[in-house]
């Protein structure tokens, strides 16, 4: 299994080198973002580490690119800065999942096994699966979100969304009309499956409220005090 750090700091790197060497993988090192950018895109990596404080061009920086050029390798993004505000920046950028420093051997290690599990869930899914409507189109009240061009629409007006928002939708229209816990939501849109941060939920359901429930149209994405989200039309 081929791995991609780009990470500049030396403690850094020999740490999670050779940690990531003795669980089995195969880890190759890029020093600063420009470098880090051209390996990625030169080679078939399973899955990219990538720190948001590098020389040059930053993480953020690296990793937009990386998702313009239609790279979908998983990326787990490092940084220094555990704000709210900075990790949904890193998530907007298209990394898949953060992790803050300093921490724990373990953790790193789960949160990679959690990643390429789910990216190869994703690509077992290729195969047009059962959808709540025709096709491969999920449809809840006026709402869809057609699988195969990866796009939302609402009453025929087409809605824009982040790869992040889309995995959030996406989630919660196969599961409509059902109470959906935030560490439920971080569990299956982000593959956490131990404490991260919550607030990152709120953020990124208030982002996509704010697109699907217009003024003019009925509320589909709904709070349920003390317990979570539910998409449903409005009674």
Do not use: H
């Amino acid at each position: 299994m081929k791995l991609l750090l780009i990470e500049d700091e030396p403690s850094v790197v020999s740490f999670i080198r050779r940690y990531l060497a003795e669980a089995g993988y195969d880890v190759s090192v890029a020093l600063d973002g420009q470098s880090g950018l051209q390996m990625a895109t030169e080679n078939n990596f399973q899955l990219i580490i990538l720190d948001v404080m590098l020389p040059g061009m930053n993480g953020i920086a690296v990793c937009k690119a990386l998702r313009q050029q239609q790279l979908t390798t998983p990326i787990l993004m490092l940084t220094a800065l555990g704000s709210t505000e900075n990790v949904v920046a890193g998530l907007d950028s298209g990394a898949d999942d953060y992790l803050v420093k300093p921490f724990k051997q373990a953790e790193l290690l789960a949160r990679i096994r959690s990643l390429l599990r789910r990216n190869n869930d994703t690509a077992a899914a290729a195969t047009p699966a059962v959808t709540q409507s025709n096709g491969n189109v999920l449809k809840v009240a006026d709402l869809e979100l057609d699988l195969n061009t990866k796009s939302a629409s609402r009453y025929g007006q087409t809605i824009v969304l982040t790869a992040t928002e889309y995995r959030l939708l996406e989630y919660m229209m196969r599961n409509p009309k059902r109470v959906l816990s935030r560490m439920e939501i971080l569990e299956n849109v982000w593959g956490v499956d131990f404490n991260m941060n919550t607030k990152v939920v709120d953020v990124y359901v208030n982002y996509l409220r704010k697109k699907v429930n217009r003024k003019d149209q009925p509320a589909l994405i709904q709070t349920v005090v003390g317990m979570g989200y539910m998409l449903k039309e409005e009674e």
